[in-house]
Structure formats: structure tokens, C-alpha cells
């Protein structure tokens, strides 16, 4: 199968690319590390162009409003048969369980990130009810993850990349299958 994935350099982005590519996946990577600012649409226009005969896109790499942008061209332009976006578990968490937990209110960006994960929902969800021609749209909403962007969270919290990994790898070879599992949130015992 051949995967286009944004953000491969690094965090759940690095993690996906090595065990797709162990797997025997091509996976055309596409990092701002590489000149891939999400947020440029001059980007995201060469993003779609270059990835346009790969059968699965996931859109991993987080920017505001680029992730948000390049969902929209994915679902509109309806090229790639499946399409994953990497949303986050805080659009499940009420605003009064966030208010309360210390390392949510510690991100600098906490609202800019929590409206933008929620314009994908939203949208997702609206594209969902509209009976029109889109690709196979599949949402993974991890909560804390280990990674160097979480530092400073208590591991207690936090995920191995690798296990939600495993469960992207897993609903895009159900969706292959033409088993569709739209949306997985998946969380530490004890992360939001």
C-alpha cells in the first residue's frame, strides 16, 4: 500500500513512518523539516500533488489552520480512498475537567490547539452526514503522548507512540477491508 503522512520526522509522526515502512508500506513523507509547512497553501497544494497516487493519506502534522485546511482539500478533492486525521482526546474532555488539570492549563497554545481539533471534528462529523462522494474518513484522537513534545507530563499520563500506532495501523487495514471504524479515541489509564 502506498501512504502519504504529514509530520514523519518526528513524535507520532516518526513512529508511524518506521513501523509502516517495516511493515512493507511505501510511505511518502512530508515534514516542515523538508519544507512542508502545512500552514503555507502553497504546501499543502504541492502536499496533494505529490501524494495524489497513494491509496491512504494521514494527516498527522498539527498547524493552525493548516491541518485543518489540508483536511478540507483531502475530503473535497477526494483523491486518496482513505483519509485519517490525528485529532486529539481534549474535544471529548469537558472544559471543567480541563480547567482543572494542571499540565492542560501549562500549554502555552491550549485554545488555539482545542479549537482547531474541534473544527476537524465538527467538520468530519458534517462531511459523515452529507450524502455525497468523499474518501473513507477515519479519525484517531490520541490523549497524552510520550513524546519529547510532552516533557514535562507526568508519564503516568502518557501513551507509547507505539501502542497508538498499532491501533492507526490496525483501522486503516480494517478500512482496507472495507471495515470502517471511524473514530478511536484512545487514552492512558489515567490521561486525558
Not at 44 to 56: A, F, G, P, Q
Not at 68 to 82: S, V
Not at 86 to 91: C, K, L, Q, R
Not at 128 to 133: G, K, M, S
Amino acid at each position: 500500500m502506498k501512504i502519504a503522512l504529514t509530520g514523519h520526522l518526528s513524535g507520532l509522526g516518526e513512529c508511524l513512518y518506521q513501523m509502516l515502512s517495516d511493515a512493507g508500506h511505501e510511505v511518502i513523507g512530508f515534514d516542515i523539516q523538508e519544507g512542508y509547512d502545512i500552514n503555507s497553501k502553497d504546501a499543502r497544494s504541492n502536499i496533494l500533488d505529490e501524494s495524489k497516487d497513494c491509496d491512504v493519506f494521514i494527516n498527522n502534522a498539527y498547524g493552525a489552520p493548516g491541518q485543518f485546511e489540508l483536511l478540507k482539500m483531502l475530503i473535497n478533492l477526494n483523491i486518496h480512498g482513505i483519509v485519517m486525521n490525528v485529532g486529539s482526546n481534549v474535544t471529548n474532555v469537558s472544559k471543567e475537567i480541563l480547567d482543572a488539570d494542571p499540565d492542560w492549563n501549562n500549554q502555552i497554545h491550549r485554545t488555539l490547539y482545542l479549537n482547531h481539533k474541534k473544527l476537524q471534528d465538527h467538520y468530519i462529523h458534517k462531511v459523515r452526514q452529507q450524502e455525497r462522494d468523499a474518501p473513507m474518513t477515519l479519525t484517531i484522537k490520541p490523549g497524552w503522548l510520550n513524546t519529547t513534545f510532552t516533557d514535562s507530563i507526568s508519564l503516568s499520563k502518557c501513551m507509547d507512540v507505539k501502542h497508538v500506532c498499532k491501533t492507526m495501523i490496525f483501522q486503516i487495514e480494517m478500512a482496507t477491508k472495507r471495515i470502517w471504524i471511524p473514530d478511536i479515541t484512545i487514552v492512558a489509564e489515567n490521561g486525558r
